[in-house]
């Protein structure tokens, strides 16, 4: 198993030009990365997506066209490969995707609108109105439907319904304050804000643009060698500035006398072993010695996250003390000892402290709890409080919260112990929500002898929410863990 939804995927138009492919036949675009599919019913992998298939990606899926452009497809995404050849065109009917073109004519349409670029970098999201939204990542693309058409540049956001085209975002011109003080007796919130507990008085601002974050600086430069006892047959899952949100197994660790995590690897045979490095461990928490949270930050990580394709940009990032790689690992419950039935609730042990991903706030407070409807209808609930102190309380909830479960994940992989859920609304305000398309993301761990206890990383994120050059923004990231109520 290895699912993701990064941060970096975001950026798939550097990663392309990084790669040299083989041209293929334009019958069919051949998978890249992943390949677990349903098509007709029927789940396997697959080494290339044939024109007509209507396609459900069960894990995250990257095809590639001849030209080095790349297609990335979230996981539950249902699509048709429509077009291909000099113009490739799909239709979504649900889910997300993103274009990555280097030159090739790529379009996404969905109930009447379609969205193309030459060249571009773009993320489409199936919209409440039944067409599109989401962010223009470099490049140009048009969007266009039944009234016309409307041209969006880089950091520009739009949604669009069959009749209609409207922009979210526009960037502010060159050295503009980037956020809104307008309309309150303190100018760090909207009317529309609920303020965190502590006001604005402790509000940070970054030093400016890609080359500064609030925070204390990383200590950088140097190589920690990596000690401690190493062990197997672990789950890995964080939420990280830059690279996003990803769950992966199976994976070992290695842990250090004092208790913290040096480092990851995610095996066999995958690009990524993480080292903590000359980060610090912090705000270290654990359920029953089942499931363990930490965060990583002050420093620089260290070792390989997936260079091949990115160089080092993303396996030596520096963090400074207001950011932080949220990591949880843990040993899963073997599927046959979960609950066959019934609704569980688990009270929170412990969590690190929420951080929004340019240092621009000092890291937070995690409060909630979470439910579990177990059965052949696996179903998740959540009651969950972010508080960013000197922004906002963002609330994370699912209908029916903790009481009474009625999510069903969009992944589960319960012989792994894991369940993915990505679209959960979290209501307009704060920076990291300036829209009401704002959502939270969550993977979670079941863990101890008959999943008694329960991990998870989540993300907070608007899409059109600008980020800098390392996909830095507003977003929110954090960890933790939680035991079943008795």
């Not at 979230?74 to 048709?80: A, K, N, T």
């Not at 609330?395 to 999510?407: K, N, R, Y």
Request: hydrophobic residues 35%; negative net charge; contains cysteine.
């Amino acid at each position: 198993m290895r699912k993701s939804i990064p941060n970096r995927l975001l950026a798939t138009t550097a990663l392309a030009g990084a790669l040299a492919f083989t041209a293929h036949p334009a019958a069919a675009l051949p998978v890249l990365f992943g390949g677990s599919v349903q098509i007709g019913g029927q789940s396997g992998t697959i080494s290339n997506v044939e024109p007509g298939q209507t396609v459900t990606a069960t894990e995250l899926l990257q095809l590639q066209a001849p030209d080095g452009s790349i297609v990335t497809i979230e996981p539950g995404s249902v699509f048709v490969l429509t077009g291909e050849g000099d113009n490739i065109s799909f239709e979504l009917v649900s889910g997300a995707m993103r274009i990555a073109s280097s030159g090739t004519p790529i379009s996404i349409s969905r109930n009447g609108v379609t969205i193309v670029t030459s060249g571009g970098a773009f993320s489409a999201f199936g919209g409440e109105d039944g067409g599109l939204e989401g962010r223009v990542n470099q490049g140009k693309v048009m969007v266009e439907n039944a009234g016309g058409d409307r041209e969006f540049a880089s950091g520009e956001g739009y949604v669009a319904s069959g009749t209609d085209i409207a922009g979210t975002f526009t960037p502010p011109a060159a050295n503009a304050p980037q956020y809104a003080q307008l309309g309150t007796a303190d100018a760090d919130y909207s009317p529309a804000d609920v303020q965190g507990s502590e006001g604005a008085a402790i509000a940070e601002q970054a030093g400016g643009g890609s080359s500064g974050y609030g925070g204390t600086p990383p200590v950088t430069g140097v190589i920690v060698p990596v000690t401690g006892t190493e062990y197997s047959g672990y789950v890995i899952a964080y939420a990280a500035d830059s690279i996003g949100i990803d769950a992966r197994s199976p994976g070992t660790v290695t842990i250090g006398a004092g208790g913290e995590l040096n480092e990851y690897d995610v095996t066999p045979g995958y690009e990524e072993r993480l080292e903590r490095n000359s980060n610090d461990s912090l705000e270290r928490g654990n359920s029953n010695g089942n499931i363990f949270i930490e965060r990583w930050a002050g420093g620089e990580t260290n070792g390989d996250y997936y260079n091949s394709f990115n160089g080092t940009t993303f396996s030596n990032l520096g963090r400074t003390s207001h950011q932080g790689f949220h990591v949880l690992y843990g040993q899963p419950t073997p599927e046959a000892n979960l609950p066959a039935s019934g609704v569980a609730t688990y009270t929170l042990v412990a969590a690190t402290n929420p951080t929004m991903d340019n240092g621009r706030y000092a890291p937070g407070t995690f409060d909630g709890e979470i439910g579990i409807a177990f059965g052949p209808a696996f179903n998740v609930g959540v009651d969950f409080t972010v508080d960013m102190p000197g922004d906002h309380v963002y609330v994370i909830q699912t209908p029916g919260g903790a009481a009474a479960p009625s999510l069903a994940p969009q992944y589960t992989d319960l012989s792994q112990g894991v369940f993915g859920a990505y679209n959960i609304a979290v209501p307009q305000g704060g920076d990291a929500c300036p829209t009401s398309a704002c959502g939270a993301m969550i993977y979670g761990l079941l863990a101890g002898n008959a999943g008694e206890d329960l991990g998870i990383v989540y993300r907070i994120q608007d899409f059109s929410a600008p980020v800098d050059d390392l996909y830095r923004g507003t977003q929110i990231s954090g960890a933790a863990v939680f035991t079943q109520t008795p």
